[in-house]
C-alpha cells in the first residue's frame, strides 16, 4: 500500500490567518481526500481532491474556506482559509488506488491545528 | 441518528481478555472499513471487508450485510492494542466513507 507525508504534524495559527497543509504520495493513487477531525469527535469527509479538476466537496463545506489543490496523482494540499478557533481540528488525507472490491485506503498523519 | 453506530463507546479490559467491538449501519454499502487511531492520531487501516470475515493475526472481523452489522475481535489483548478503533462504511464504492464514533479501547497490564 502506498505511504503518505503529511505535513506540518501540528501548527498554532492566528486567528483570521490561513495555512495550507499537504500530503504527498510516493507511488501513484486514483483517490485522495481530506478529512477533519474535530476535539472528541471521529472523522468528517470533506471533499474528495481530484485530480486536474476542482475537488469534490462534502455538505458544510465550501471551496472557499477549504479550497484544495491536486496537480498530480501524487500530491495534493488542503487549505484552511480565515482561520477561527472552531477550525481547530486535526485534518488528515488518505489516498488509494480504486480497483474492483479493493479500495484500501492509506491514511496521512494527521496535521494537528490550534487557532488562537 | 448516525448512520453508523458503534459500541460500546468506551471499553477497558485487562491484558488476555477477548475483546469484541461492534458497528451497525443503516444504509446501503458496498464495503466497511475497521480503523485504528493512536492517541498521536495517525491512522492505520486494518480491514475492508465486503462480505464473510477476514483475520491478520490476533484480529478478526466479520461482517452480516444481511443484518447490516460488523464486529471487530482481539484475541489475548495486549496494552499496546489500546487505542481508538473507528468504523467507517463506503456508500458508494468510491471510498467517500462515513465514519462511527469510534471505540475507545484501554487494555490494562
Known amino acids: 500500500s502506498a505511504v503518505i507525508s503529511q505535513k506540518p504534524s501540528r501548527d498554532i495559527c492566528q486567528r483570521g490567518t490561513s495555512l495550507t497543509i499537504q500530503c504527498q504520495v510516493d507511488?501513484?493513487?486514483?483517490?485522495m481526500f481530506w478529512y477533519r477531525q474535530q476535539p472528541g469527535q471521529s472523522l468528517t469527509l470533506i471533499a474528495t481532491a481530484n485530480q486536474g479538476s476542482e475537488a469534490t466537496y462534502e455538505s458544510g463545506f465550501v471551496i472557499d474556506k477549504f479550497p484544495i489543490s491536486r496537480p498530480n496523482l501524487t500530491f495534493s494540499t488542503l487549505t484552511v482559509s480565515n482561520m477561527s478557533p472552531e477550525d481547530s481540528s486535526i485534518y488528515l488525507c488518505?489516498?488509494?488506488?480504486?480497483?474492483?472490491?479493493?479500495?484500501?485506503?492509506?491514511f496521512g498523519a494527521g496535521s494537528r491545528l490550534t487557532v488562537l | 441518528k448516525n448512520e453508523v453506530e458503534q459500541s460500546p463507546q468506551n471499553l477497558t479490559a485487562q491484558e488476555g481478555e477477548f475483546i469484541t467491538i461492534n458497528c451497525s449501519y443503516s444504509v446501503g454499502i458496498s464495503a466497511l472499513h475497521w480503523l485504528q487511531q493512536h492517541p498521536g492520531g495517525g491512522i492505520v487501516s486494518l480491514f475492508m471487508?465486503?462480505?464473510g470475515k477476514k483475520k491478520h493475526g490476533r484480529l478478526i472481523a466479520t461482517i452480516n450485510i444481511q443484518e447490516k452489522h460488523s464486529s471487530l475481535h482481539i484475541t489475548a489483548s495486549h496494552p499496546r492494542d489500546s487505542a481508538v478503533y473507528i468504523c467507517a462504511v463506503d456508500k458508494t464504492s468510491g471510498s467517500r466513507l462515513t465514519f462511527g464514533e469510534g471505540t475507545q479501547l484501554t487494555v490494562n497490564p
Open positions: 488518505s489516498a488509494g488506488i480504486q480497483g474492483t472490491g479493493a479500495n484500501v485506503l492509506t
Open positions: 471487508l465486503s462480505s
Open positions: 507511488s501513484q493513487v486514483t483517490m
